[in-house]
């Protein structure tokens, strides 16, 4: 049996954590697979005792369902500092390190809906030694995610050629956030970068173990669905903020120069946002954390 941590980020959405974990017990394929569960609940303090209450469910969903007993399997840690998506599944990477009992860890977003194939089409990869970081799919409402390509380029991004796509397996600089599988061994090696707070942390792990030799690779039959965008709600030019100062700093950790990367995100915010007056000032503080290094949770409203 396959020892699979699902590693999971609660940001006031219960409801779709409970779905998530239900529908992995319903309806996943999960033959050849022992499963166990860490929830990191990035949740407002104010609403705690609901939140608790909603994580006890769950917690006694699984046991009547004969997943596990709540100490051995099933983890659930309030931690009210919010430092982000990398921060939290750091505490997960922490708790599989201190361990030494998983196999693959399973980063999912909340707001998802795997395909009931998502995982059991990983398994005859994953079991192999040249695949340490693989990922799925990611089907939004406006657009389907193939992972990273193309991030030596000033850009530091982009996305794989169609003709990649009919592969059953492609090779990536970097896997989608929202679901992502990592070998259990190679995060004793590196984690998260808690600078970026969110957004690009996926690209950067991934890059920085590309530099080490390992690989990151899309199984194209592991589909998830995911509702893009739920965590900021109506604050969308906070969401731009994150990517235009993450960007930058991610380029320069990595050895590049921005000159190229710092306009090219002034045309990107004028073509995409017109003269919407949040976004440009988005792009201006972003651009101006990122040169004093003002980095991780910002403060900054918009």
Known sequence: MIRLLVSIVNYNSYDDTYKLIKFINDKL????????FFIVDNGDKKDQPVFLNKINNIANFILANKISS????FNY??????????????????????TN??????????????DVNCLSSIKKYILESEYNILGSVIFEKEH?????????TFRGYGHPSAKEFKKDIIEVDAVSGASMFFKASILKELKFDE???????????CYRFGRQGVKSYIVTDSIVYHEGGKTFGNEQALRWYYKV?????????????????IPYLFISTLKNFKLDTCYFRAYFLGLFDYLVG???????EF
Do not use: C
Request: proline letters at 1%; glycine letters at 8%.
């Open 245 to 261: 100062r993450n960007l930058l700093y991610f380029k320069r950790k990595n050895g590049a120069i921005n000159v190229l990367l």
């Open 101 to 114: 009992k998983f196999d693959i860890v399973w980063m999912l977003n909340s707001d998802l809906e795997p």
């Open 294 to 300: 003002k980095m991780g949770k910002t403060k900054r």
């Open 70 to 73: 709540l100490d051995s399997k």
């Open 144 to 152: 389907v995610i193939y992972g990273t390509v193309g991030m030596a």
């Open 29 to 36: 394929d999960t033959r050849g697979f022992e499963l166990y």
């Open 77 to 98: 840690l309030f931690d009210t500092s919010n430092q982000g998506f990398g921060a939290a599944h750091n505490i997960a990477i922490n708790h599989v390190n201190n």
């Open 195 to 205: 600078n970026f707070f969110m957004y690009v942390e996926e690209n950067d792990l």
